[in-house]
C-alpha cells in the first residue's frame, strides 16, 4: 500500500481528537466534570468538584466536603458536535460518556490532608464522513475515526496553613486510536485497527487565600509519557508517538458575599511541543506527519450565584485562538479542532440533606477553515467547520 494513503489516514486520526466531556477544542481547554464546564472552565483557584483533582489537586483542601468530609461527584454528559468537510457533514454526531471521582479526608491523617481520586477523558470523540468528503485526483474517500484519551489516577492535597495549600496528582495515561479510510474510486481501504498505548502525567498545584475575598490558583500539568501506538498490518508493524500537551494554568477568584463568587483563569496549552510534528515509522519506511499546530492561550471566565438555599446558579464564557490555521488544514485532514468561543450554563438544585443534582449546557461556536492551498489532485482547497453542544447530568453526594 502506498505510503500516500497511509498519511492521509494517519492525518485523519487526528479527526476525533475535538469531541470530548472535557475538552471541546484540542485538550484540556474547559473542564473535566459538569459543574467545572457551567463555570466555563475557570476553576483554577476556586474548585467547584472533585475534578480538582486532575485541574488543580490543590484545590481538594478548599472543597466541600461535608460533615464527614466525604464527596462523590458522578457526571453523565451527552456531547452532540457538528462537524463538516468539504460541505458533507459526519455522520457521528452524539456521544454518551461517564466520568466522575470521589475524596475524603481520613482519621488517620487529619484534616490537612484531602485524598481524592478520578476517572476523567480530557479528549476523544470521533468522526464518521461518508464517501465524497475528500477527493484527491481520481479517487474520493470516507473517513471513520475515534480517539479518546482518559486520565485515572489519585491526587492530594495538603493544607500547610489555614490559607494556604499544596497539591499533586499522579495519573494513568491512556491513549486509545482507529482509523479506517476507503477509497471508492479503486474500492480499497486503508484500516489502522483500534490500539491503546499507556503511560503516565502529573499534577502539581497550589491555592493561596490572599484575603478573605481573594483567592489565587495555580496549576501545572505534564505532557503525557505514553508508549507509542502501534498497529499489526498486513505488511508489517507501523508506529505512531501521540502524546498530550503540557499545561500551566493560573486563576484569581473573588468572593464579595456568602451567595456570589467570581473567577477569572488564564491557561496556557503547549501544542507547539507535541503537534508540530509526528513521525510515522513502518516496516521499510517512515514519514514525518508536519501537523503545525501552535500553543494555545485560554481565557476563562467564570459566575456562580446562590439564589437560596437549595438553588444556584452558573454561568461561563471561554476563548482560546484556534491552534490551526488555514495553512495547516491540508496537514490534518479532518481535523476539526477549531472552536475557539465557548459559552455556558448551569443550575445546581439540593435534593436532599445530603445529594444535589447539578446540570449544565455549553455551546462551543461554529468557526470555520479552508486550506490556503489544495493538497496534490484537489480542484478546490479542503473546507473544515465545526461547531458543538455538551450537556451535563451531574450527581453531587456529600456527607
Known amino acids: 500500500m502506498r505510503l500516500t494513503k497511509r498519511l492521509i489516514a494517519v492525518a485523519c486520526l487526528m479527526a476525533a481528537t475535538p469531541a470530548s466531556v472535557s475538552a471541546n477544542n484540542g485538550d484540556q481547554m474547559v473542564g473535566y466534570s459538569g459543574l467545572s464546564n457551567a463555570m466555563g472552565g475557570a476553576v483554577v483557584a476556586t474548585p467547584q468538584d472533585v475534578s480538582t483533582v486532575l485541574s488543580n489537586p490543590a484545590g481538594l483542601a478548599f472543597l466541600h466536603m461535608g460533615d464527614e468530609h466525604t464527596r462523590f461527584d458522578m457526571n453523565l454528559a451527552v456531547l452532540n458536535p457538528n462537524r463538516i468537510m468539504n460541505g458533507i457533514e459526519s455522520d457521528s454526531s452524539a456521544f454518551v460518556m461517564?466520568?466522575?471521582?470521589?475524596?475524603?479526608?481520613?482519621?488517620?491523617?487529619?484534616?490537612?490532608?484531602?485524598?481524592?481520586?478520578?476517572?476523567?477523558?480530557?479528549?476523544?470523540?470521533?468522526?464518521?464522513?461518508?464517501?465524497?468528503?475528500?477527493?484527491?485526483?481520481?479517487?474520493?474517500?470516507?473517513?471513520?475515526?475515534?480517539?479518546?484519551?482518559?486520565?485515572?489516577?489519585?491526587g492530594f492535597s495538603y493544607k500547610v496553613n489555614p490559607d494556604l495549600a499544596i497539591g499533586a496528582n499522579l495519573n494513568l495515561a491512556v491513549n486509545q486510536m482507529s482509523v479506517k479510510t476507503f477509497n471508492a474510486m479503486t474500492s480499497t481501504s486503508t484500516t489502522y485497527p483500534q490500539d491503546v498505548a499507556y503511560g503516565y502525567s502529573y499534577v502539581l498545584g497550589t491555592v493561596y487565600q490572599l484575603s478573605n475575598k481573594l483567592r489565587l490558583g495555580a496549576a501545572y500539568t505534564s505532557r503525557s509519557h505514553i508508549?507509542?501506538?502501534?498497529?499489526?498490518?498486513?505488511?508489517?508493524?507501523w508506529n505512531l508517538s501521540f502524546q498530550d500537551p503540557q499545561t500551566a494554568a493560573v486563576g484569581l477568584s473573588f468572593?464579595?458575599?456568602?451567595?456570589?463568587?467570581?473567577?477569572?483563569?488564564?491557561?496556557?496549552?503547549?501544542?507547539?511541543?507535541?503537534?508540530?510534528?509526528?513521525?510515522?515509522?513502518g516496516p521499510t519506511s517512515s514519514q514525518v506527519l508536519a501537523y503545525g499546530w501552535e500553543d494555545q492561550t485560554v481565557y476563562a471566565l467564570g459566575m456562580k450565584y446562590r439564589s437560596n438555599d437549595s438553588v444556584t446558579l452558573m454561568a461561563g464564557y471561554n476563548y482560546g485562538k484556534s491552534p490551526l490555521d488555514a495553512s495547516d488544514v491540508n496537514n490534518n485532514v479532518g481535523v476539526t479542532a477549531i472552536v475557539e468561543h465557548h459559552l455556558s450554563a448551569g443550575v445546581s438544585v439540593r435534593a436532599?440533606?445530603?445529594?444535589?443534582?447539578?446540570?449544565?449546557?455549553?455551546?462551543?461556536?461554529?468557526?470555520?477553515?479552508?486550506?490556503?492551498s489544495n493538497l496534490p489532485g484537489q480542484t478546490t482547497p479542503t473546507n473544515v467547520s465545526f461547531e458543538t453542544n455538551l450537556l451535563t447530568l451531574q450527581f453531587t453526594y456529600q456527607h
Open 352 to 372: 436532599s440533606k445530603y445529594s444535589t443534582l447539578n446540570f449544565s449546557v455549553i455551546h462551543g461556536f461554529e468557526n470555520e477553515l479552508t486550506a490556503t
Open 98 to 154: 461517564a466520568s466522575g471521582g470521589f475524596a475524603f479526608q481520613s482519621e488517620s491523617y487529619g484534616d490537612r490532608v484531602t485524598i481524592g481520586v478520578g476517572a476523567y477523558p480530557i479528549s476523544g470523540g470521533g468522526v464518521d464522513f461518508p464517501v465524497g468528503s475528500l477527493k484527491l485526483g481520481s479517487g474520493t474517500y470516507s473517513v471513520v475515526a475515534s480517539r479518546m484519551s482518559l486520565r485515572i489516577g489519585p
Open 227 to 237: 508508549e507509542d501506538l502501534e498497529w499489526n498490518m498486513d505488511n508489517g508493524k
Open 255 to 281: 468572593q464579595p458575599n456568602d451567595r456570589l463568587q467570581l473567577e477569572a483563569d488564564v491557561k496556557w496549552i503547549d501544542f507547539s511541543g507535541v503537534r508540530t510534528s509526528a513521525t510515522l515509522i
